[in-house]
């Protein structure tokens, strides 16, 4: 299921937040009103606050939408928010200005796509990360089993591990969040049992690095020489701090193991390209549903980067015993935790 992902030049730039945003085309088409641009079927992106550049969420639906721009050729606008308030007025201007469908990036557009959907019945939405809406046929929400790949590298960092100690940050404590945080607790402790996994660390924002640094040093402070983030352009601060420290970070959503070659043991590669790509696909061949629509391991919507930075130091054997993890995941032998509660359940399970 994995495609070749393409890039195009971003054509115009402009400042867009606030309650009257105004959407930038997001591709080569240009924007001036040629007739080949107005027979252009429009579709929108809302990127949440954490924004294009993060390296990792918002940038990963931003190359689905470039690919799809490129394969089914959509004009696509795009629109960045500075605040959660900004949600419904974005994702109303998209709509406003034609769009036939509009991508809300992020579990907490969901409040504002409840908002703003029922006033759009003839516009298609996508919810990235949100739970669905029931009752709105025109809400697509794209989801994924984080918890699987987040099991995968945490059982990586609990065979690489020298300190016997890892750690975690995450960004905003939420349940979505806690998929991240309980998969990779669970994983290190079925590769290593002793291993001991510290309190985990939020930052209480998607952005801010300094934050995320702050924490990740406290962690590797206490002894932790390896330290997961799940905290979108925040966790650049994790991946910062591991590369002064010399010792390793663990990416998420998008490969970040180029952003400090030897220091990023790994990433969580989540698909939300895919996901959004193959939506829009749908939408071009009249295939679109409302619903959820989930992306996990064997589907290839989740799991880890090729180790091209690391594996020298992660070594065979461990890439092998890895390999024979990932098939019971895929098989549902193994089923990671989400919660705090399945977390204790699966450690009493896995120690009868």
Known sequence: MRHTLLFVVVAVMAALVGCSPQAESGGGAAVNGSAKTQQQTQI???????????????????????????????????VESKAESDYPSNLSALADQGCKVVVAVGINMRPALQQVAPQYPDVKFVS?????????????????????GSFLVGYLAGLVTKTGKIGFVGGQELPLIHKFQYGYMAGAKTANPAVTILPAKYTGSWDNQDTAKVAANVLFGEGADIVYHAAGRAGLGVIAAAKEKGLFAIGVDSDQDDIAPGHVLTS???????????????????????????????????????????KEKIGDENVAKLEQVKAKLESGEIKPPTTEKAYGEFLSGAQK
């Not at 739970?131 to 929400?141: A, H, M, Y």
């Open 44 to 78: 929108g992106i809302v990127f949440d606050t954490g924004g294009l550049g993060d390296k990792s969420f918002n940038d990963s639906a931003w190359r689905g939408m470039q690919r799809a721009e490129q394969e089914f050729g959509f004009k696509v606008l795009k």
């Open 128 to 148: 990235i990360d949100g739970e669905p809406i029931e009752g709105s046929p025109n809400v697509r929400t794209i989801q994924f089993k984080e918890e699987e």
């Open 268 to 310: 969580m590669i989540k698909r939300v390209d895919e996901g959004v790509y193959l939506t829009l696909k749908d939408f071009s061949e009249n295939k679109w549903t409302p619903g959820a629509v989930i992306y996990d391991l064997k589907a290839d919507g989740v799991g880890t980067t090729d180790f091209r930075n690391t």
